[in-house]
């Protein structure tokens, strides 16, 4: 079964600066990738997904990823991050080589923002 | 639109004692998942349900059971409490078992163990 490492657990960082935080899933297939943050006292939401097409995905508040599949990566990025995105952020691998279409998730990376 | 709810949102129990969560999935939703998010870690999976029938299962032992009404809610429950089952218990709900990476999470209930 896939595994996922998310390398940074705790990132803290001041307004304006910019972010990437690392995921990498355990080995190559045909995969769908995604990210889901989770703002304090909130739930679980999706931030951005990857099916297949353009490597490089948008999603929502300004966020972008790459999939790069030599490097069994999905990198999560913003270019200058806000106070607002103080929260904790997941990167998920649904491996749909078994069929199971059940997501495996990291273990998280805390991102502070300093005002 | 009604989205994913939980409950309890927190609860202790004691060792060897049993436990029932509850789930309500978002409207026009029909599959649930469960998920034990333990402190520091990510969500891990602990089983599906669609169609009133477990759909699939995580490595999670015997004393975690589920079931799933008719309108699609779903219980979550667990036998023989032991310390290491305190954690965030997540409830996700999707349409069908074959979109599962697009979830839609509760926002939990708190299970402590003493």
């Known amino acids: 079964a896939q595994s996922v490492s998310q390398h940074n657990h705790h990132v803290i960082l001041s307004e304006a600066a910019s972010l990437e935080l690392g995921c990498n899933y355990s080995y190559g297939g045909t995969v769908n990738l995604f990210w889901y943050v989770q703002y304090p006292g909130q739930h679980l939401q999706l931030l951005l997904k990857y099916f297949s097409g353009d490597p490089l995905v948008k999603g929502i508040k300004g966020f972008e990823a790459e999939f790069i599949k030599s490097k069994f990566s999905f990198n999560l990025r913003k270019p200058s991050v806000q106070w607002s995105d103080t929260a904790e952020y997941f990167c998920a691998v649904r491996d749909l080589s078994g069929g199971s279409y059940i997501p495996t998730f990291g273990r998280g990376t805390s991102l502070i923002v300093h005002p | ?114």
């Open chain 2, 1 to 114: 639109d009604a989205g994913v709810t939980q409950s309890p949102t927190h609860l202790i129990k004691t060792r060897g004692q049993q436990v029932t969560l509850r789930c309500s999935p978002k409207s026009g939703h029909d599959t649930v998942s469960w998920y034990q998010q333990a402190l520091g870690q990510g969500p891990q999976f602990i089983f599906q349900y669609y169609e009133e029938e477990e759909r699939q299962r995580g490595n999670f032992p015997d004393r975690f059971s589920g079931h799933q009404f008719p309108n699609y809610s779903s219980e979550l429950n667990v036998n023989a409490l032991w310390l290491g089952d305190s954690a965030l218990y997540l409830c996700a709900s999707s349409l069908g078992t074959g979109n599962t990476g697009e979830l839609f999470f509760g926002e939990g209930s708190r299970l402590t163990v003493l």
